[in-house]
């Protein structure tokens, strides 16, 4: 059987290539060979070995988590109707591994399925194999392996749309990495009247302004919250947090939105994270919680950051600041981790 090179965590920062088969196609399933693999936000939970991730998937880790792709399909299997050999595609997992029928999945919540079972990503691996079902094939301005920043996109997009702005709401992006900065973008794409981000390094405070930021605070001031409740007098409609990670951020974001606006979360926490409920109570703060993306109306959020990103206003390309080989696997994961070396999204190109 024919191999490839798949990256497997062994333990925190120690992470290798070793030899596995290469996946074979079925009658239901398509092989793509991938062009580029993102390092997400949360596989750097596992690389710095923290408690409760790694409690959720304990170490070894074949494959190391990847799970954000772009590729090109190089078989199909005989079931297969849409798609065919060199179609360039970007992969929405949580719909492809959905099953499709359940109540979850008729409404469009595939990230929510109850009938996946444990969800297990293949990795950052040179081919993967899914259903045709949550492959999109990718219109002739975005680049093959560009397409991996589309999953990181779909995940605030999701948020947003399920959330329905009604337009000119006052929005707070706590945090400036790429969830955020799509976040910031997203909200003026949908209507938001001022975007707020908070950042920490120079870089990201240039690029929030580049994707929708009407100011930017930094986030080591020693008056942040001050300065962010002078942006948006009496309090945000919206909060969005993408920080996690061991930050206070849910205090932070409390302090912010104002009685009864919305506190959305997109960030992952290293350990278990409280909040001062009695602050939240008090001034009835909606908390919507936000993993993945879905379906809302006739259009998948994957659909929808797409088209956004094919027409120029979401120029999530712009966001990839390194790319290196599968070989490089040690490197991208350190680079990621390390912001202060100017990275923003780090892609791995097998």
Not at 230 to 247: H, L, M
Request: hydrophobic share 45%.
């Amino acid at each position: 059987m024919a191999k490839m090179k798949s990256a497997v965590m062994l333990g925190p920062r120690q992470i290798e290539l070793v030899d596995v088969d290469v996946p074979q196609v079925d009658a239901d399933s398509v092989i793509i060979k991938t062009e580029g693999i993102g390092v997400c936000g949360s596989n750097l939970h596992w690389w710095r070995g923290a408690e409760r991730p790694t409690s959720l998937w304990p170490f070894p880790i074949p494959g190391a988590g990847g799970h954000e792709y772009g590729g090109t399909v190089v078989e199909v299997g005989r079931n297969i109707r849409r798609l065919k050999v060199g179609d360039r595609v970007a992969v929405d997992q949580f719909h492809s591994t959905s099953c499709g029928h359940c109540v979850y999945c008729t409404s469009g919540a595939f990230g929510v399925c109850p009938n996946r079972g444990n969800f297990v990503t293949p990795g950052f691996v040179e081919y993967i194999k899914f259903g045709e079902k949550g492959m999109h094939v990718l219109p002739d301005s975005i680049a093959t392996h560009d397409a991996a920043i589309i999953e990181p996109a779909a995940t605030p997009i999701g948020a947003l749309r399920r959330l329905g702005l009604r337009g000119g709401e006052r929005v707070v992006v706590l945090g400036a990495g790429v969830v955020g900065l799509i976040a910031a973008n997203v909200a003026k794409l949908l209507g938001a009247g001022k975007v707020v981000v908070t950042a920490k390094y120079d870089q990201q405070e240039k690029f929030a302004y580049e994707f929708g930021a009407d100011a930017v605070v930094r986030s080591s001031s020693a008056d942040t919250v001050e300065q962010v409740l002078a942006q948006v007098d009496g309090g945000a409609d919206i909060v969005i947090e993408t920080v996690g990670g061991s930050a206070n951020t849910l205090d932070l974001a409390a302090a912010i939105v104002r009685p009864r606006g919305t506190v959305v979360v997109l960030g992952l926490w290293e350990v278990a994270t409280k909040i001062d409920s009695w602050a939240a109570v008090f001034k009835e703060i909606n908390f919507m919680y936000a993993l993945a993306y879905g379906q809302v109306g006739l259009r998948t959020d994957y659909e929808f950051a797409i088209d956004m990103m094919a027409s120029g206003r979401l120029p999530l390309q712009k966001l990839i600041t390194h790319q290196l080989p599968l070989a490089n696997i040690r490197e991208a994961f350190e680079l990621a981790d390390d912001k202060t070396r100017g990275a923003i999204k780090v892609l791995v190109r097998p």
